[in-house]
């Protein structure tokens, strides 16, 4: 095959790219299905997400060392996630940010319990980004499924990319692994599959999103390499064994956080907390 595409399926990498596509495609297909249905079904899939996220980050980062400071974090996790499932997104948002803002006043001499704020704000973004995202109805849906087209794209390509044609590394202290060639096919990959998305969506493509698929395909790869840059700072090789060829959640979903976050932010200031993502799709 071309471009070096037959060594590449005869060393060990593709044994574990076939690891990681299968379980990529059963959590995908079973994940799409609940986002299309929306609802409480989500909500609880977004729940379950937080709630894993931020167990992995604890264990990861060992920021159960904190004590009270760490149970007092995850119950307002839990207190915001309630808040969030029934509706309430301001009140969610609100209890996350001042448990945040408290951690940090308590704690400003010690500094004992950064992990602890990080991890809190990870793991509520992990859950309420997509689910206030989804809430938005249909613009919601394709809010999102922007994001998870951009995102797949981006990791798959990035793969592919950067085992045909190595090169200079991205960032070797960090992920020795990810090339620069990589992480730019990565890119032009996640603009030609978010613009093909919004064209299959609405049958237009607009600057709009063409810029946002690039913005959020860069700052899914910083997700992906903060990640990985916590596993070195912690000698830990993956979050958790969740999910066969890729480990735990967050393994999964590092880029998808990131990128669903800064997608919800630009939603909050182009149209508000009600309907945050018709300043993507306004059907």
Known sequence: MGLGLGRLAATQSWTDLRSRLISAVILGIAVLLITVIGGVAFRLLCCAAS?????????MTRAKRAGDIYIFARRALYVGLAAFFF??????????????AFIAVVDRGERKADWVMGGLVYAAAAGMAPGILRDSGTEGLGA????????????IFAYFFGRTFGGPKLMPMVSPKKTVSGALGGLLASILFGST????LIGDVTALVVVLSGILSIV???????????KRRFGVKDSGRLIPGHGGLMDRIDALIV????????GLLGSGLE?????IFDF
């Open 51 to 59: 709630v894993i996220v931020f167990d992995e980050w604890a264990r």
């Open 87 to 100: 509706g309430f997104h301001g009140w969610a948002l609100t209890i996350v940010g001042a448990a945040t």
């Open 144 to 155: 999102l499924g922007l994001v998870i087209c951009v995102v797949w794209a981006t990791d």
């Open 197 to 200: 998305f919004e064209y299959w």
């Open 220 to 230: 899914g790869q910083a997700g992906d390499l903060f990640e990985s840059w916590i």
């Open 259 to 266: 990128a669903t976050g800064v997608l919800l932010f630009v």
């Open 275 to 279: 309907h945050p993502a018709r300043a």
